[in-house]
């Protein structure tokens, strides 16, 4: 699932393996909150509209611990980030696996997500269950320097 929603496979795997994921039942038991739905693209809603009128559960989890901006991150959707992090969301709650937004922005396709993760303060030392830090994930995951230079 993460790899589907993350936005983390090709296109055309992407849209193959989404249609394992259509199913309502599946959607409740993951427990996603309205701006988790918002970052996903299940809800039709603006996320910069949601966030104007509440802000409530901006860092609410859902079955696996992982907040909307971890979400958004791991997407590279670099304008959700931005919007989330600009109404308080918060760059350093871990996921049940111990995985920040850095983490995910770190594995993303898209480097610029991590600029406005390091500018309000996410924590780089920060090692998840398998002790790997968001240097590692980047650098593990890319074979490019875009990732990796933006650390230093």
């Known amino acids: 699932m993460t790899r589907i929603f993350g ?10 393996m989404s249609v394992m994921f259509r199913d309502e039942d599946y ?20 996320l910069e509209t949601q966030l104007k009128l509440s802000t409530k559960s901006i860092n609410d989890v859902d079955y696996d611990g992982r907040t909307a901006l971890s979400w958004a991150a791991a997407r590279g959707d670099t304008k959700a980030v931005e919007h989330l992090l600009n109404y308080g969301a918060d760059p350093n709650i871990p996921s049940n696996e111990g995985r920040m937004p850095i983490h995910w922005a770190a594995q993303s396709n898209c480097p610029e997500t991590l600029e406005p993760l390091l500018a309000h303060k996410a924590d780089l030392r920060f090692l998840d269950i398998w002790k790997r830090t968001p240097l590692m994930y980047a650098s593990c995951n890319h074979n490019n320097k875009k990732h990796t ?3 230093s």
């Open 27 to 46: 959607f409740e038991n993951r427990c996603f909150p309205i701006f988790h739905k918002i970052v996903l693209e299940l809800s039709g809603a603006d």
């Open 149 to 151: 230079l933006r650390f």
């Open 7 to 16: 936005k983390l496979a090709q296109t055309s795997t992407l849209d193959a």
